[in-house]
C-alpha cells in the first residue's frame, strides 16, 4: 500500500511502521480505496468523501463533452496513427516517436487535467472509451476521406509488422459481425482458431490438447498450439480504451499516457475495462518489452500499471476467471524464455536432450522478464488465484516445464591446465533469474499451503516435480555418478520438491513416506545437491582457482543472506531427507567419495591419492566433516519455529560482527513473499532483537570518524546461543568464521570463563521432527565410525594433512552421536564381544556408545610398496610423513577379507557400490555398467597407480583409549586424564555442568568421556581401566620422542608467539606516542609541546628540527627554518550575534533570516560610516577588518629548513599520484604528520636569552617609557634584519606574506575609497593579528576564565605571525602628523584645530577601536618587543578605553540621570581622588560632552531607545568592566604569546581583576580591596581631566553637524557571543517537507538537488545549472561569499552535509539519524529520521576551529561544479 505524502501527514499513522519513498516515475496513491485500507485509515480529505451523499451532476453540464471527447480521442489516435513509422531494420527511431510525443504533449496533458475535474469527468471519459459503438461509428465510417482512409490503412499495417492478426480475410475495413468469430486464416505459416481472447470460443477438448501439447515440450521449440497462438498473435480493438492502450504499447509507454490512463482508475467501471483490454495486450507488451531498446523505463512503467490493477484480489479473480490470466501469463513466459534456450552441457553432452536458458542472453542479463515475473507473483498472492493455479494439472505442468529451463543452467567446468581467458559474468543473471523466476512463485505458492486443507495441492505440486526431475534425469542420461569436474548450482525443480516436501510435514501434517519416491529416486536425487556442498568445499580449497574469480563469486552469492533460504537451505533438506531414507552406510561413503577424500582415510602413514592433490586434501577433509556436522545438527527445516529459526539467524549474524538495524534486516534471510508473516521489521523482529542484543548508541572517535548505532550480542547469547554450525553456513567470507571466534574468545576472557583460546563450544539442538529421526542413524554406522577411528588414530600419531579443525570436528560427530544415541543397549548383552565376533567387520554393532569401548587389534592396509610399514616385521604404530593409500579406490575389485579375525581391512567405496547394487537390483551386465565409470583411468595419467602391497598393523586401541590419549597428548602431560566422577559421583547425577560448556579440546575430550560414561556403565569401566594402565600401550621410545617433538614444537610456538606480542606492543606503544604528538587534531591536551617558543630561561638559541632533512639546529637569516602552517579566510568571527537567542533554519515562508545582527554586518557600518565624515586614511586605522575573510594561521607544530620544503614540493609536483590537494595552489601535506597545509611562516633568527633580558621590570616612570615608544616607533631601521639588504629570511617573508594575501578574496582586504593605498595593507595586516587573536579567544569558549597555556599555545604560530606581519608594518610609516599615540599622551595646542575645516577631518580618537590601536602601536615597535614598553601601552590605551566607556554610558542613560551625575561627580572633584573614581570622571565626561549637541534633539522617538531602567552603582560598574573585557582578554592573550607568560584561571566575576593586574595595570596595593573598582587600573599618562576635555572637543566639533552618527558611533556593542550554526528540528521531515518543493529564489525553478546553507540558511541549487555564474555553481558561489571559501550545506534530498572548502569538498555524513542510530544517505530506507544532537556539536566545533581539512579525510576537487 502506498499514499502520497499529503495523505500520510492528513491522516493518523502514530506508532505505525512505514517507509518514506521518492516515486521516480509517478505512482498512485491508495487512499480513499477501501479494497485496499481500512476507510478508518483514510485521510481526513478522503473520510468526508466516502461518507456524505454525492449530488448528481445535472445531464446537460455534460453533453458538451460527451459529444466532444469522443472526436477529440479519435483525433488523438489518428494522430498516433500517422506518427508511426515502423522502424527501419529493427533500430527503433525513437527521435521521430518523441517528435509525434512531443507534438501531442498538449492533447495529452489536456486529457490529463481532466481526469483531476473529479468523478463526474471521469465517467464521460469511461463512457466515451469503452463505447464499442461510438468506436465502430467514428472509425467505420471513413467515407470519401483519403487521410482517415490512410490512417486506417496505417493501422493495419502496424499490426501486422508486430506479428498480430487482425481477424478479417481481407485487409477491407467492413466488420462481418457474425463471421468474424469463425473466419479463419494463415499467418506466418500458423493456422489458428482466431477467437479473440475477449471470448475465447474454441472447446474444452481443445483447451486440454493445447496443455498436453505445451507438456510434452523437451526440445528447444515449443510445438505452438492453436490455443498458445491465439494468446500470442490474435489482437482485436474494439474501443477507443483498447487502441490507445495499443498506440501506448507501440510508443513504448510514455510518461504522460501511463499517467492519464492510471489517474482514470479510481472509476470501477473503467478499472474493470481497462483490466481486461491489458490482459488482451498482455502478449503483446511482452514482445514489445523483448525488443524495446529502454527496456527498464518500460518496464518500470509497465509494473506502475500493473501493480495497480493486479494487487486487487476481486479484480485479479475476475480476469482469472474470465480472460485465462494464468494461462496468458505463464504462455507469455515460456514463449519469452523459448528465445534464448541453449543445449545443456550437465553430465552427458553428446546425447543430452535438457535444453536451458542462456544466461549470456539480454533477456536474462538485463532482466527484461522482471515485469512479467513480478506480475505473476503479484497475483500468486491472492489465495483465490494460487488456488486455481493450483488445481490446474496443466498449469502445473507447463510450469514446471517452465523451471526445468532453468535446472542446470550455467555450467561451471573446472580448468584444469590454464586459467580460463575470458571471465564471464553471467553468473549473477542466473542467480537472479532462479531466485526471481522460480523462487519467488515458489515462496508465493507456498504461503497458501498452510492447513491440513491444502494437502491435495502439494501432492499435485510434488507429484509433477518428481516427473519433471525423472524426465531431468532421462534428458541428461543421468545413471549414478555425476560427471567430474562439472558444478552448478541451479537445482530449481529439487528446490521446489524439497520445500514443498517441507512445508507438508511442518504446516500440511501429510506423511513424509507418502509422498517420498523409491530408494533409487532418491539417490538420484541427493547426488546434484551433494555434489555442489563438495564442489562449495573445492571452491575454498583454491581447486577452481583457474576458473578466475568468478566462481568464488557463485560461491559466496550461494550462501548470502537474499539467496540461502532459496538455495542452500533446500539442498540442506533435501539431503537430510535422503539421508534420513537411504542406506547410512552408502549416505557415508557416498560423502566422501564426493569430496574426494577417501584414500586419506587409510590406518596407513602414507598414501596415495588419485582425486587430489596432496596440498588440497586437508581443507577438502575439513570441508566433508564440516559438512557431515550441519548435516545432521541442523534444524531449520526439521523442527524448529518460525521464531526460532529468526532468533538463531539473528544471533549467526550478531556474532560475526556488531550491526546496524537495516544491515541486519539485510542479512536475515526474509521468507521472500510478504505475506508470510515472517517479515523482517515485524513485530517478532523487534522482540527478538531485543531479547539477545544490546544497543550501542553511536559514538564519536577523536579522529572524527562517526559510528553508527549498532547491537551488539548480550553476554548470555555468547554464554548459551552461540552456535558455531550456523555461523559457517551463513558466512560469505571465511573471515566471518575467525571474526566470530575471536569474538567469542574475548568474551570469555573478559567474563573470566576460559582464558585460552577456545575450541568452539557444543550446542545443544531443538528436537527432531519425527519424521526425520531416520537421520541420526548416520551417527551410528560402521563405516563413520570407522572413519573417526581411524582419524583420531592418525591424529594421536600425526599423519600429515590433518589439522585441529579436523580433531574438532570428530569430536563434534562423536558427541552428536552420544548425545542421540538409541537408549536400547543393555551392557550385560554387549559384554561377550571379543575379536571371534567381529571378523566380518571392524566393529560389532551399529551402536556408537557400545562400539567407542571395542579394541580393534590389528589392521590389514594396502600400502604403496615405499611405505615404512611395509619394511618392518613387527607390527607398529608409526610416525612416517610421506604419502600412502587404503585401498585404492580406482580398483574394480573388491579385496576379499580374510577370516583369520585378526585384521580387517575397509574399502570405503567397495562397501557403497555394494549398497548401490543391493538397492537397484539390476541385472549383472547392468551392473557391471554401474562400476565401468570407476575403472576408467579418467582423472589420474594412466600408469600413476602405485604398486600397492597389503601390510598389517598392530593398533590395539579403541575410541575411548584414543579419546584419553589424546587428551594426554594435547595438555602435553602424561596420564593427564583422571576420571572425574571417582571424586565427586555428583557428576554422573547432574550432568550439565557450566565448567565444561566453554574451553578448548583437552575440555571437549573430557566432556565427551563424561558423556560416554553417562551413557553405560561398561563403558565408565573401561575408561578407569585405561587410566589405571600408567604407561599406554605404544612402545614408550616412539611416543616420547613423538611427544617432545611436538612439545617442542609447541614450545618452540609459544616463545616466538611472545616475542611476537612484545614486538607488537612496542610498536602499538611508539605508534600511540607519534599519534600523541603528529595527529591528534580534536584533543592535543597529551601533546608534547613544540620548541616553538620557549618559557623556560635558557641562554641558547631556539633550536628547530627539521622534518624533512632531520637536523636539528637554530633558524638563520641565510637558512631559515619554517613551520608548517595552513592559511584559511575565515568568516566565523563575522557570525557572532549580540543575543543569546539562537537563530533557527526557516522551515515556514515566515520564518527568514537577516544578517543585519552578526558581527560583520555591524562593523561593515561602523567603517562606512566613519569613511562617510572623516579622513579615509585615517578611518582605515580606526577599525579592524577581517570578521569576514579574515586570515587565520593555524600550524600543526613542526618546522622544515625552506630550502628542504622547496625541494619537498617539487617531489609532490613531479608525484603523478596526488590525492585530494592542489601542489600548484602550494599545498602539501606535513612530512610527519600529514595535515593538511599551504605555507611555510619562516621563525625568526633569535636567541632566548634576549626574551629574558626583556623581559626583566626595569623602574623607569611612565613619562620616560612613553618617549622611548614614541621614539622606537620613529625609527623604522631599528629592525634587526636590514630591510636594504635581500636575505633568504626577508625572501621567505615577503613570500609568505604574498601566501596571506591571496588567502582571501581582493574584496575581503580592500576597504579604502582609492584601490591600493598603502593604508589598505596596512589595515589589513594588524587585522590578520586580530583575527588570530579573536579566532583563539572564541576556541577558549570567548573568555580566559579557564586559563594556563591552553591547547592553543603549544601549536600557536601568532609569535612568527607578528614578526612577519611587524617587518611589513614598519615599511609603512604613518603619517607622522597624526599619529595616534601622541594624542594619547600629549595635550595639544588649540589652535591647530582650525586650520583644517577645508578638508575631510580626522576620526576622533574616542571613535578609535581600541585593541586595532593596541596592535597598529605593537607592530610599529621594533621586535623582540621590551615588556616594559609593552605594558606602557597597555595602560596609556586603557585609559582611551575607559573614557570611551564612560562616553558610550553617558549617552546610553537619560537626562535626569546625566545631570544627577554630573551634580555628585562635581562635588568629588578633588583632582587626586576624581582621576581614580568613575564617578568624578564620568561627570566631567557629561559636562565637557555636553558642550555640543551629542545629547540634544531627543524627541519622543530618542526615548524610546533608552533603556528604561534605573542604574545603580553596581549595575553601573558592572557596565564598564563589560565595556573593557574583550579589550582586556586580547591583550593578555597577546603577552602571554609574546612574552611566554601563563595566563591566570579564574572565576568569570573576577575575570576583569585577575586579567588587570596580570596586565600590570592594577597596582599591588589596589588588588585586595573589596568590592573591585575597575577605575582603580588607570593611570593616567598627562592631567585626566586635560586629555579628556581634548578628546571630547573633537566628538562635539563633529557632533555639530550630525549629532545622530555622533552618537551611533559612541555605542560601540563588543559583548559578542560565541558562533554558532543555525539550531535545526529535532525531525528531519519538516525540513524535507519544505525544502524539497521549495523554488530557487534566482531561477524560480524546483532544484533537482536542493541544498541549505547551515550557516546563515540561504537555500541554493547544488550542481544547478541555471544558477551558474561565470562558470561557479551556485553553491561553491555561496561558499566564497558566505564563508569565504567554506560552506556547509545540508543536502535536502539525501540528508547528508557536505563541506566545501575552497577548491575541494567533502561528504561530512550526516547529522540527522533514525531511531536505530543509523545514518539514511539518500533517504533509500525512508524511516523517520531525528537529529542527533552530539554530531551537530563535532559540526560545529569543526567549523569554529578550522580543522575540517584535518579530521576529514576523503576530499576531491569539485571544478566549481557544486
Known amino acids: 500500500m502506498s499514499l502520497c505524502a499529503e495523505c500520510f501527514h492528513q491522516g493518523d499513522h502514530t506508532g505505525h511502521d512505514f517507509n518514506m519513498f521518492r516515486s521516480q516515475a509517478g505512482g498512485a496513491c491508495d487512499c480513499g480505496d477501501s479494497n485496499v485500507m481500512r476507510e478508518s485509515g483514510f485521510c481526513r480529505r478522503h473520510q468526508i468523501k466516502s461518507s456524505s451523499n454525492i449530488p448528481c451532476v445535472p445531464k446537460d453540464l455534460l453533453m458538451m463533452s460527451e459529444f466532444v471527447l469522443p472526436r477529440f480521442i479519435l483525433c488523438l489516435i489518428q494522430y498516433l496513427r500517422e506518427g508511426y513509422n515502423e522502424p527501419a531494420a529493427d533500430v527503433p527511431s525513437e527521435k521521430d516517436l518523441n517528435k509525434v510525443l512531443q507534438l501531442l504533449e498538449p492533447q495529452i496533458s489536456f486529457l490529463e487535467d481532466l481526469t483531476k475535474m473529479g468523478g463526474a469527468m471521469r465517467s464521460v471519459l469511461t463512457q466515451v472509451l469503452t463505447n464499442q459503438q461510438n468506436y465502430k461509428d467514428l472509425t467505420s465510417d471513413l ?388 555434489q555442489i556442498q563438495a564442489s562449495l568445499a573445492e571452491i575454498h580449497s583454491n581447486m577452481w582457482v583457474r576458473n578466475g574469480l568468478q566462481i568464488k563469486g557463485q560461491a559466496m552469492t550461494y550462501v548470502q543472506s537474499h539467496f540461502c533460504n532459496s538455495m542452500i537451505d533446500p539442498d540442506i533438506y533435501l539431503l537430510q531427507v535422503c539421508a534420513s531414507r537411504l542406506d547410512p552406510d552408502y549416505f557415508i561413503s557416498s560423502v566422501f567419495e564426493r569430496f574426494k577424500v577417501v584414500d586419506l582415510l587409510t590406518m596407513a602413514s602414507q598414501h596415495q591419492n588419485t582425486v587430489l592433490d596432496a596440498e588440497h586434501e586437508r581443507s577438502m577433509l575439513e570441508g566433508a566433516l564440516t559438512f557431515l556436522v550441519i548435516l545432521l545438527s541442523l534444524r531449520l527445516h526439521l523442527g524448529m519455529s518460525d521464531d526460532e529459526i529468526l532468533r538463531a539467524e539473528m544471533v549467526a549474524q550478531l556474532c560475526m560482527n556488531d550491526r546496524t538495524h537495516s544491515s541486519l534486516l539485510d542479512l536475515i534471510p526474509e521468507n521472500p513473499n510478504p505475506k508470510s508473516g515472517i517479515i523482517p521489521g515485524s513485530y517478532s523482529f523487534e522482540s527478538v532483537l531485543s531479547a539477545v542484543a544490546d544497543f550501542k548508541a553511536p559514538v564519536f572517535e577523536p579522529g572524527g570518524s562517526m559510528q553508527q548505532g549498532m547491537y551488539t550480542p548480550k553476554a548470555e547469547v555468547w554464554d548459551q546461543e552461540f552456535d558455531p554450525v550456523m555461523v559457517i553456513l551463513r558466512t560469505v567470507y571465511r573471515r566471518d568464521v575467525q571474526s566470530a571466534m575471536d569474538r567469542y574468545t574475548a568474551f570469555l576472557k573478559q567474563s573470566g570463563k576460559f582464558p585460552g583460546n577456545p575450541w568452539p563450544p557444543y550446542k545443544k539442538r531443538t528436537a527432531l521432527h519425527s519424521s526425520y529421526k531416520g537421520l541420526m542413524r548416520l551417527l ?516 609568505v606574506m604574498k601566501d596571506i594575501k591571496n588567502t582571501t578574496q581582493k574584496k575581503y582586504r580592500d576597504y579604502s575609497k582609492t584601490p591600493g593605498s598603502p593604508d589598505n595593507d596596512f589595515l589589513f595586516m594588524y587585522s590578520v593579528a586580530r583575527t588570530n587573536l579573536e579566532l583563539e579567544l572564541i576556541h577558549r569558549g570567548g573568555n580566559l576564565c579557564s586559563g594556563g597555556a591552553s591547547t592553543a599555545g603549544k601549536r600557536s604560530c601568532l609569535n612568527q605571525l607578528f614578526h612577519v606581519l611587524a617587518l611589513h608594518m614598519r615599511l609603512y610609516s604613518i603619517d607622522s602628523e597624526f599619529n595616534p599615540w601622541r594624542k594619547l599622551t600629549q595635550l595639544e595646542e588649540m589652535n591647530s584645530q582650525l586650520g583644517n575645516e577645508e578638508q575631510q577631518p580626522e576620526v576622533p580618537i574616542l571613535y578609535h577601536d581600541v585593541t586595532s590601536l593596541l596592535l597598529i602601536q605593537i607592530l610599529m615597535m621594533p621586535q623582540p618587543l621590551h615588556k616594559d614598553h609593552f605594558t606602557c601601552i597597555v595602560k596609556v590605551l586603557f585609559t582611551l578605553l575607559y573614557t570611551q566607556a564612560l562616553a558610550a554610558l553617558s549617552v546610553k542613560c537619560n537626562e535626569e540621570d546625566r545631570s544627577a551625575w554630573k551634580h555628585t561627580g562635581a562635588l568629588k572633584k578633588n583632582p587626586c581622588d576624581a582621576e581614580k573614581s568613575y564617578k568624578g570622571l564620568l561627570s566631567f565626561v557629561i559636562s565637557e560632552l555636553s558642550k555640543g549637541k551629542l545629547y540634544h534633539e531627543e524627541g519622543a522617538q530618542e526615548c524610546a531607545m533608552v533603556s528604561p531602567i534605573a542604574w545603580s552603582p553596581e549595575s553601573m560598574e558592572k557596565y564598564l568592566q563589560d565595556f573593557c573585557l574583550p579589550f582586556l582578554r586580547i591583550t593578555s592573550l597577546l603577552q602571554h604569546h609574546l612574552f611566554g607568560e601563563d595566563l591566570p584561571s579564574c572565576q568569570e566575576e573576577e575575570e576583569f581583576s585577575v586579567l588587570s593586574s596580570c596586565l600590570g595595570l592594577l597596582p599591588t596595593f589596589y588588588q585586595t580591596e573589596h568590592p573591585f573598582i575597575s577605575a582603580s587600573c588607570l593611570d593616567w599618562p598627562v592631567p585626566a581631566f586635560d586629555i579628556i576635555a581634548q578628546w571630547c572637543s573633537e566628538i562635539n566639533s563633529f557632533t555639530e553637524r550630525h549629532a545622530e552618527q555622533g552618537k551611533a558611533l559612541l555605542i560601540q556593542e563588543s559583548r559578542w557571543k560565541l558562533p554558532h550554526l543555525l539550531q535545526l528540528p529535532e525531525n528531519y521531515n519538516t525540513i524535507f517537507q519544505y525544502y524539497h518543493r521549495k523554488t530557487c529564489s534566482v531561477c524560480t525553478k524546483v532544484p533537482k538537488d536542493p541544498a541549505v546553507c547551515l550557516v546563515c540558511g540561504t537555500f541554493v541549487c547544488l550542481k544547478g545549472l541555471c544558477c551558474k555564474q561565470q562558470s561557479y555553481c551556485e553553491c561553491v558561489l555561496h561558499s566564497q561569499n558566505c564563508g569565504a571559501g567554506t560552506g556547509i550545506f545540508l543536502l535536502i534530498n539525501a540528508s547528508v552535509i557536505i563541506i566545501i572548502r575552497g577548491h575541494r569538498f567533502c561528504l561530512w555524513g550526516s547529522v540527522y539519524l533514525d531511531a536505530h542510530g543509523e545514518e539514511d544517505r539518500d533517504l533509500r530506507r525512508g524511516k523517520p529520521l531525528y537529529i542527533c544532537k552530539e554530531r551537530y556539536k563535532v559540526l560545529e566545533q569543526q567549523w569554529i576551529s578550522h580543522t575540517f581539512d584535518h579530521i576529514n579525510k576523503r576530499w576531491g576537487p569539485h571544478y566549481n561544479g557544486l
Open 143 to 530: 467515407g470519401e476521406n483519403a487521410c482517415a482512409k490512410k490512417s486506417h490503412e496505417k493501422y493495419l499495417i502496424a499490426l501486422k509488422s508486430s506479428g498480430l492478426t487482425y481477424p478479417e480475410d481481407k485487409l477491407v475495413y467492413g466488420i462481418q459481425e457474425p463471421s468474424a468469430g469463425t473466419s479463419t486464416l494463415a499467418v506466418q505459416g500458423f493456422a489458428g482458431a482466431t477467437g479473440t481472447l475477449g471470448q475465447l470460443d474454441s472447446s474444452d477438448e481443445e483447451d486440454q490438447d493445447g496443455s498436453q501439447g505445451l507438456g510434452k515440450r523437451k526440445r528447444v521449440k515449443l510445438s505452438s498450439s492453436a490455443k498458445d497462438q491465439s494468446i500470442m498473435d490474435v489482437l482485436k480493438h474494439k474501443s477507443f480504451l483498447e487502441e490507445l492502450l495499443f498506440w501506448t504499447i507501440k510508443y513504448e509507454f510514455p510518461q504522460k499516457m501511463v499517467t492519464f490512463l492510471l489517474n482514470m482508475l479510481p472509476d470501477q467501471e473503467y478499472k474493470v475495462a481497462f483490466t481486461k483490454t491489458f490482459v488482451q495486450h498482455y502478449a503483446f507488451i511482452m514482445k514489445t518489452l523483448k525488443k524495446s531498446h529502454e527496456s527498464d523505463t518500460m518496464s518500470n512503467r509497465i509494473v506502475h500499471i500493473s501493480v495497480q490493477l493486479f494487487s486487487n484480489e476481486e479484480l485479479a479473480r475476475q480476469v482469472t476467471e474470465e480472460c485465462q490470466l494464468l494461462d496468458i501469463m505463464v504462455t507469455v513466459l515460456l514463449y519469452m524464455m523459448e528465445s534464448c534456450l541453449i543445449k545443456s552441457e550437465l553430465q552427458d553432452e553428446e546425447n543430452s536432450l535438457h535444453v536451458v536458458v542462456n544466461c549470456g542472453e539480454a533477456l536474462l542479463k538485463n532482466n527484461t522478464y522482471w515485469p512479467l515475473v513480478s506480475d505473476f507473483i503479484n497475483i500468486l498472492s491472492h489465495q483465490s488465484v494460487a488456488k486455481k493455479f493450483l488445481e490446474d494439472h496443466g498449469l502445473l505442468v507447463t510450469w514446471m516445464n517452465f523451471v526445468s529451463f532453468f535446472q542446470g543452467m550455467n555450467l561451471n567446468k573446472r580448468e584444469l591446465n590454464e586459467h580460463v581467458e575470458f571471465e564471464s559474468q553471467t553468473y549473477y543473471a542466473a542467480f537472479a533469474a532462479e531466485l526471481e523466476a522460480c523462487a519467488q512463485p515458489m515462496w508465493g505458492l507456498l504461503s497458501h499451503c498452510k492447513v491440513r486443507e491444502t494437502q491435495e495441492y502439494t501432492r499435485n505440486v510434488v507429484r509433477y516435480c518428481l516427473e519433471a526431475l525423472q524426465d531431468w534425469f532421462d534428458a541428461i542420461n543421468f545413471v549414478d555418478e555425476p560427471a567430474p569436474n562439472q558444478v552448478t548450482f541451479h537445482l530449481p525443480l529439487h528446490r521446489y520438491y524439497a520445500m514443498f516436501l517441507s512445508k507438508a510435514v511442518k504446516c500440511q501434517e501429510l506423511d513424509l513416506d507418502s509422498i517420498l519416491p523409491d530408494q533409487e529416486m532418491l539417490m538420484k536425487l541427493m547426488i546434484h545437491p551433494l
Open 780 to 1295: 551410528h554406522c560402521k563405516t563413520l565410525h570407522i572413519v573417526l577411528f581411524t582419524l583420531l588414530y592418525k591424529i594421536l600419531n600425526d599423519h600429515q594433512n590433518l589439522s585441529e579443525h579436523v580433531l574438532c570436528m570428530v569430536l563434534y560427530l562423536i558427541e552428536l552421536g552420544l548425545e542421540n544415541s538409541a537408549d536400547e543397549e543393555s551392557d550385560e548383552e554387549t559384554s561377550v564381544c571379543g575379536p571371534e565376533r567381529c571378523h566380518d567387520s571392524w566393529f560389532p554393532g551399529s551402536n556408537l556408545v557400545s562400539n567407542m569401548r571395542h579394541f580393534i587389534n590389528y589392521v590389514r592396509v594396502r600400502v604403496p610398496e615405499t611405505a615404512p610399514e611395509v619394511k618392518r616385521d613387527s607390527p607398529a604404530s608409526t610416525s612416517s610423513d610421506s604419502l600412502g593409500s587404503l585401498q585404492s579406490s580406482r580398483r574394480p575389485k573388491v579385496l576379499q577379507r580374510e577370516n583369520s579375525g585378526t585384521a580387517q581391512v575397509f574399502s570405503l567405496v567397495a562397501e557403497r557400490r555394494k549398497k548401490f547394487q543391493e538397492i537397484i537390483n539390476r541385472s549383472s551386465n547392468e551392473a557391471n555398467q554401474v562400476v565401468r565409470p570407476k575403472t576408467s583411468n579418467k582423472w589420474s595419467a594412466p600408469g600413476s597407480v602405485p604398486q600397492l602391497t597389503t601390510a598389517i598393523l598392530e593398533i590395539k586401541e579403541s575410541i575411548l583409549s584414543l579419546l584419553i590419549k589424546l587428551h594426554h597428548k594435547l595438555s602435553g602431560k602424561q596420564n593427564s586424564y583422571y576420571p572425574p566422577w571417582l571424586d565427586d559421583i555428583e557428576i554422573l547425577i547432574q550432568p550439565e555442568i557450566p565448567k565444561y560448556s566453554h574451553g578448548d579440546g583437552i575440555t571437549a575430550v573430557e566432556r565427551i568421556l563424561l558423556k560416554a560414561a553417562l551413557q553405560s556403565r561398561m563403558n565408565k569401566r573401561i575408561i578407569e581401566e585405561i587410566c589405571r594402565k600408567v604407561t599406554p600401550p605404544v612402545p614408550p621410545k616412539k611416543v616420547t620422542t613423538a611427544e617432545k617433538k611436538t612439545l617442542d614444537k609447541e614450545e618452540r610456538r609459544q616463545k616466538a608467539r611472545e616475542r611476537q606480542q612484545k614486538l607488537l606492543a612496542e610498536f602499538a606503544s611508539r605508534q600511540k606516542s607519534f599519534m600523541e604528538t603528529a595527529m591528534d587534531v580534536d584533543s592535543p591536551e597529551n601533546d608534547i609541546p613544540m620548541e616553538i617558543t620557549t618559557a623556560e630561561p635558557q641562554l641558547s638559541e631556539a633550536v628547530y628540527d627539521c622534518v624533512i632533512c632531520g637536523q636539528s639546529g637554530p633558524s638563520s637569516e641565510d637558512r631559515p627554518t619554517g613551520l608548517v602552517v595552513l592559511l584559511q579566510a575565515s568568516s566565523v568571527l563575522g557570525q557572532c550575534r549580540d543575543n543569546l537567542e539562537p537563530k533557527k533554519l526557516p522551515i515556514t515562508e515566515e520564518e527568514q533570516i537577516y544578517p543585519w545582527d552578526t558581527c560583520a554586518a555591524v562593523h561593515d557600518v561602523r567603517l562606512s560610516l566613519l569613511q562617510r565624515y572623516f579622513k579615509d586614511s585615517s578611518c582605515l586605522l580606526a577599525v579592524s577588518i577581517g570578521w569576514e575573510g579574515g586570515v587565520y594561521v593555524q600550524t600543526c607544530g613542526h618546522t622544515l629548513h625552506i630550502d628542504c620544503h622547496k625541494s619537498y614540493m617539487e617531489s609532490l609536483r613531479n608525484d603523478q599520484v596526488l590525492q585530494g590537494f592542489s601542489v600548484d595552489k602550494g599545498e602539501f601535506t606535513c612530512p610527519l604528520c600529514r595535515q593538511f597545509a599551504n605555507s611555510v611562516l619562516p621563525c625568526y633568527p633569535g636567541s632566548n636569552m634576549e626574551n629574558n633580558l626583556w623581559q626583566r621590570h626595569s623602574n623607569k616612570s611612565i613619562p620616560d617609557l612613553i618617549k622611548e615608544v614614541e621614539e622606537l616607533q620613529g625609527r623604522p631601521g631599528a629592525f634587526p634584519v636590514s630591510i636594504s639588504s635581500e636575505t633568504n629570511l626577508s625572501k621567505e617573508m615577503e613570500s
